[in-house]
């Protein structure tokens, strides 16, 4: 049987783990797993992004490259969804166009930011034995995850802003 601990313990320095039979670190359950490998991913989606795609000029559309469909949102309505532009900044920034990647998404723009320091800290939580899902689920990382829907909110109305 496994206890969760929660994070926040010794100061909020020791991430939430994971323990098994005897109070010793034990398997890690299945959304750990998820989201460790989503953060690997994540880097090796950005280099892909990086060395084999071309931001789209439209400033939304990079990801069709990529054999994805257009966004419907702008095909039936001429408005962009939330997400319109997030792979074209992405791109943009990470090769090297900072600038550009704001002026086109800024919601991208952070995300090209987030990935790796979300990589670094699921490496961080993974080797000191914690369990991903459960220091994501605590409350301290709730207000990061508000704080990250009210960005991609905002960049949504900018995008809309930028289309008309």
Not at 78 to 99: D, E, H, K, N
Not at 138 to 149: E, I, K, Q, T, W
């Amino acid at each position: 049987m496994a206890l969760v601990e929660g994070a926040g313990e010794q100061g909020g320095r020791d991430a939430a783990r994971t323990r098994g039979e005897g109070g010793s670190l034990g398997a890690r359950p299945s959304p750990h797993w998820i989201l460790f490998a989503c953060a690997g991913l994540s880097i090796v989606a950005m280099l892909a992004l990086a060395l084999f795609v071309e931001p789209d000029e439209r400033g939304f559309g990079t990801h069709e490259q990529l054999g994805m469909l257009p966004c419907r949102s702008m095909d039936w309505f001429g408005v962009p969804c939330p997400g319109c532009g997030v792979t074209t900044s992405v791109a943009l920034a990470v090769q090297g166009r900072p600038l550009d990647s704001i002026a086109n998404q800024p919601f991208g723009f952070l995300t090209a930011l987030f990935l790796p320091v979300f990589f670094l800290w699921s490496l961080r939580v993974h080797f000191s034995g914690g369990d991903l899902y459960a220091a994501l689920a605590s409350r301290r990382a709730r207000p990061l995850l508000v704080g990250g829907l009210a960005a991609l909110v905002a960049a949504w109305i900018y995008k809309i802003w930028l289309v008309f």
